[in-house]
């Protein structure tokens, strides 16, 4: 039995502002270059990763991804300089090269802490007054 199988709760979604992530590794195998995180909740994260991004030229042939289903993904929010990880429960293709890749956290991840990433990551809304991600979080060479 995979471990997101066992998952008894579902929790609030926050729809974002299309964070970027990248570095995108499944079992330490590099998948995709970026992604985009469209929505997040308090035990996983909805990915928007688009055809030419895969890394893998058998992937890039096929319309469905699932075949990852119970891998587990690694991706950085370069934004914010942190390494994030889970399973993926879900893929999902939904036109124009584009695919949602659903994910939940590893079970070592603890609760305040998704609560606290859910809270940080900006809504749609609360961008609108900014250009891009970096106006809010500076990267290091920025600073």
């Known amino acids: 039995m995979r471990a997101f ?10 729809e974002t502002e ?19 995180i469209m929505d997040i909740s308090k035990t996983g994260l909805l990915l928007h990763v688009h055809r030419e991004e895969l890394l893998s030229t058998e992937a890039k042939k096929k319309f469905q991804l699932d075949n990852i289903v119970g891998e ?12 994030i990880d889970g399973v993926v429960t879900r893929t999902k293709s939904i036109g124009g090269g584009w695919f949602e890749v659903g994910i939940d956290y590893s079970a070592g991840s603890p609760d305040y802490w998704r609560e606290c990433l859910v809270e940080l990551l900006p809504s749609p809304d609360e961008m609108e007054d900014y250009d891009d991600i970096e106006q809010i979080w500076p990267t290091a060479e920025d600073e």
């Open 5 to 14: 199988e066992n998952r008894q709760s579902v929790a609030l979604r926050k």
């Open 18 to 36: 299309a964070i970027e992530v990248v570095a995108i590794r499944l079992n330490l195998e590099d998948f995709a270059e970026t992604a985009k």
């Open 72 to 83: 587990q993904l690694f991706m950085t929010i370069d934004a914010m300089d942190l390494e």
